[in-house]
């Protein structure tokens, strides 16, 4: 049974910097995608970013390009999500995915991920 379960949310200033982490746990998971989603309060789960576990390929949206970076320890089953430049409509609970796929099609559909964490709210302050 795979579990996801993510850490690191906060409140923040905005400038400042966050970094997120995702414990995997059930299986390995070589083969899969593991991606990181955000919601904000009245509004649709988005994409963030993906990273293959093996190999390591990362992929962003554009509006996160450039300020998050999305890696992997495959020593100890977690995924990051480093936060820089943080903006105010960064707010959001983000979340953790996973998905296994034998091919490297880029995934930024919710539905395309069977596996969910909770949750961990990150708040930046303008």
């Known amino acids: 049974q795979v579990q996801l379960v993510e850490s690191g949310g906060g409140l923040v200033q905005a400038g400042g910097s966050l970094r997120l982490s995702c414990v995997a746990s059930g299986r390995t998971f070589r083969g899969y995608a593991m991606a990181w989603f955000r919601q904000a309060p009245g509004k649709e789960r988005e994409f963030v970013a993906r990273i293959r576990w093996s190999g390591g390929t990362t992929y962003y949206a554009d509006t996160v390009k450039g300020r998050f970076t999305i890696s992997r320890d495959s020593a100890k089953n977690t995924v990051y999500l480093q936060m820089n430049s943080l903006k105010p409509e960064d707010t959001a609970v983000y979340y953790c995915?996973?998905?296994?796929?034998?091919?490297?099609?880029?995934?930024?559909?919710?539905?395309?991920?069977?596996?969910w964490g909770q949750g961990t709210q990150v708040t930046v302050s303008s």
């Open positions: 995915a996973a998905a296994y796929y034998s091919d490297y099609v880029v995934r930024t559909v919710p539905a395309d991920y069977g596996y």
